[in-house]
């Protein structure tokens, strides 16, 4: 089983953009699809964007779509939130978590039986 750790979260304002980075230990990454979710004060932890083993198939919420991108580097065990134009309401804990089967993106977090620790993003108007 992998475990993860986000970096790359911060405090930027409107319009700015952030890559938020995912790195995965172990030697069975590829084995995973992987998918990003986010979680403001008092809400749901919803979906963001997941991404098949081999970064064939993508997937986003419909908020962050044409704003963020989602990639992996498999030899580097990492997987990538690039998000653009960025928006109060981006404002949230972004966790990345890994599931399988590595063909198939899952929007539903009970899918996922690995999660990181989470990263802030705070946007601010």
């Known amino acids: 089983q992998v475990q993860l750790v986000e970096s790359g979260g911060g405090l930027v304002q409107a319009g700015a953009s952030l890559r938020l980075s995912c790195a995965a230990s172990?030697?069975?990454?590829?084995?995973?699809?992987m998918g990003w979710f986010r979680q403001a004060p008092g809400k749901e932890r919803d979906f963001v964007a997941g991404?098949?083993?081999?970064?064939?198939?993508?997937a986003y919420g419909d908020s962050v779509k044409g704003r963020f991108t989602i990639s992996r580097d498999n030899a580097k065990n990492t997987v990538y939130l690039q998000m653009d134009r960025l928006k109060p309401e981006d404002t949230a804990v972004y966790y990345c978590?890994?599931?399988?089967?590595?063909?198939?993106?899952?929007?539903?977090?009970?899918?996922?039986?690995?999660w990181g620790q989470g990263t802030q993003v705070t946007v601010s108007s």
């Open positions: 991404i098949t083993w081999n970064g064939g198939n993508t």
């Open positions: 172990g030697r069975t990454f590829s084995t995973y699809s």
């Open positions: 978590a890994a599931t399988r089967p590595s063909y198939r993106i899952s929007l539903i977090t009970s899918d996922y039986n690995t």
